[in-house]
């Protein structure tokens, strides 16, 4: 696959995913994450990592989920948070943030879930990438009850572009994410997939961190699903190294 740019992919992406306010999801649900945590699982982003879960459904989002307004997604995911006793939301499954429109409606859901559970939290889920590149983005989560967990997608360049099928320049702007939210005093932390960074690159990542403050970073492990696998040893060995 020819690495391509997820700038251009975020914008294509998102006229696919949002209609007017509504976003493209296809199952909202409990999971046992953070002790326990509401899902919205929405589809379409602007990366095609090797080990995402959710990979076939983000590399064709025309063709699966359905459009929910943000009170729509607020209301099916209450409907879970009463049945779990549980406070905790995310959306997950692809990229929140593809651009403007997306944005607005992600900041919508959160507003709604925070007016009406007043100890709700949000964890955002996001690589990060349109909030480096278009840190205005970045403003419109001041205010707001949330967490940033920024999945950094390699420790340089060649393993960005290795793990994620776009070209690996753009790691620079996952890491200008953590500084713009940083700035304005927003929780955030990096996470990767351990798997692939393994300790060498999480070093790696700390060294290019290191001017942040951050030296926490959350470890996943792979869900070594078949196509996983495959996608996996399509990349390049030097992503199989790991398991011999």
């Known amino acids: 696959m020819k690495p391509f740019n997820p700038i251009e992919r975020s914008?294509?992406?998102?006229?696919?995913?949002?209609e007017d306010d509504k976003r493209k999801y296809y199952r909202f649900r409990y999971s046992r994450y953070?002790?326990?945590?509401?899902?919205?699982?929405?589809?379409?982003c602007n990366l095609l990592c090797a080990y995402c879960w959710n990979?076939?459904?983000?590399?064709?989002p025309e063709k699966r989920g359905k459009f929910y307004a943000p009170d729509e997604v607020a209301?099916?995911?209450?409907?879970?948070?009463r049945k779990r006793n549980v406070n905790l939301f995310r959306i997950s499954g692809a990229e929140?943030?593809?651009?403007?429109?997306?944005m607005e409606h992600l900041v919508k859901v959160i507003e709604i879930i925070d007016s009406e559970l007043v100890d709700s939290e949000f964890i955002?889920?996001?690589?990060?990438l349109m909030l480096g590149y278009k840190p205005e983005l970045a403003d419109m989560l001041k205010g707001l009850n949330i967490n940033v967990r920024i999945t950094v997608k390699g420790w340089d360049e060649n393993s960005f572009e290795m793990i994620t099928g776009a070209e690996g320049e753009y790691l620079k702007y996952q890491l200008i994410a953590i500084e713009e939210l940083l700035k304005r005093k927003i929780i955030v932390w990096?996470?990767?997939?351990?798997?692939?960074?393994?300790?060498e690159g999480i070093k790696k990542?700390?060294?290019?961190?290191?001017?942040?403050?951050?030296d926490r970073v959350e470890s996943e492990y792979l869900e070594r699903y078949p196509f996983v696998m495959k996608n996996l040893r399509k990349r390049g060995r030097e992503l199989l190294q790991p398991y011999g």
């Open 96 to 102: 929140p943030v593809l651009g403007k429109k997306s």
């Open 55 to 60: 990979y076939f459904r983000n590399l064709h």
């Open 205 to 214: 990542l700390k060294e290019r961190l290191k001017n942040t403050g951050i």
């Open 11 to 18: 914008q294509k992406i998102e006229k696919i995913v949002m």
């Open 190 to 199: 990096p996470a990767i997939m351990y798997d692939v960074f393994r300790e």
């Open 34 to 44: 953070y002790g326990g945590i509401v899902t919205a699982d929405t589809i379409g």
């Open 75 to 81: 209301k099916n995911l209450f409907k879970i948070s």
């Open 124 to 128: 955002l889920e996001t690589n990060g």
